[in-house]
């Protein structure tokens, strides 16, 4: 499978990806907003888009439908449930759906709700395995709720379901926000060595040759995912001093996540 991440840099600082065969040059295109680019990217690359889909429903990813599907003819994939907020949808996703790309490029569906209730990830059938994951997961954070979503809910995707992918796993998210979540990690936990070292790198890194994280490393750098960290949780209890000694994961994540709300 052949990746290109395309750097927008719009003020949403928005990802868009093109997904490859390597043997047909047939191409996915991942929630274009930014058409032009991504018709240019494909162009040069000498691929075709075949395919569009959008990951969830809202406007800063799938506002480049239109113009892509008028240039390509590409067909439409969304999640089933979004048929009500997504225009033209031609195929709807459900949980273990599959999606081909050429001959070469199998991509398997995830319905991970949370950011919205009709958001869909997905991950490559491939020797390294890699994710494409929207507005569920960011290089170290976690979508807002803000907009038709539920913390709940994304808590149970991180926890049913990217927590239990392989460490090896790339990840692809739908925007730059790595620095600000970093700082949110050293907020939360400020002896956190790894995403403390991690941010003087990225802070000065060009997103257009961003750095691609693996779920290993944000094991260690995503707030969201140390849950159950003892330093995690005592500086909680600094603010919240009715704690539990030893809270449930998921009251932890929710409290995480109305504090990054905020933050």
């Known amino acids: 499978m052949l990746v290109e991440q395309v750097w927008t840099g719009n003020a949403g600082r928005n990802f868009n990806y093109l997904l490859a065969c390597e043997e047909t040059g047939e191409a996915l295109a991942i929630d274009p907003l930014d058409h032009e680019k991504c018709l240019a990217a494909a162009r040069a690359k000498g691929w075709t888009i075949r395919q569009l889909l959008n990951t969830h429903e809202h406007r800063d990813h799938t506002g480049g439908n ?6 390509t003819g590409a067909s439409l994939l969304a999640h089933e449930k979004a048929k009500d907020t997504i225009r033209g949808i031609d195929r709807g996703l459900k949980a273990g759906d599959v999606i081909t790309v050429g001959r070469t490029v199998e991509l398997l569906c995830l319905d991970t709700p949370g950011h919205t209730m009709s958001h869909i990830c997905l991950l490559s059938k491939s020797e390294r395995p890699a994710l494409f994951c929207g507005d569920t997961l960011f290089n170290a954070g976690a979508g807002n709720c803000h907009n038709g979503g539920r913390s709940e809910a994304l808590y149970n995707t991180f926890a049913q379901q990217l927590a239990k992918l392989p460490g090896e796993t790339l990840v692809y998210p739908g925007h730059d926000y790595i620095a600000r979540n970093l700082a949110f990690t050293l907020d939360r936990e400020p002896g956190n060595a790894k995403a403390r070292n991690l941010l003087s790198e ?6 257009a040759q961003a750095l691609v994280t693996t779920l290993a490393l944000e094991r260690e750098i995503n707030t969201f995912f140390r849950v159950s960290s003892p330093s995690v949780i005592a500086r909680l209890r600094e ?24 933050w």
């Open 202 to 207: 990225v802070e000065r890194q060009d997103p």
């Open 66 to 71: 239109e113009p892509m599907i008028a240039a």
């Open 239 to 262: 603010a919240f001093p009715d704690l539990p000694p030893e809270p449930d994961p998921k009251t932890v994540f929710l409290i995480l996540r109305e504090l990054r709300n905020r």
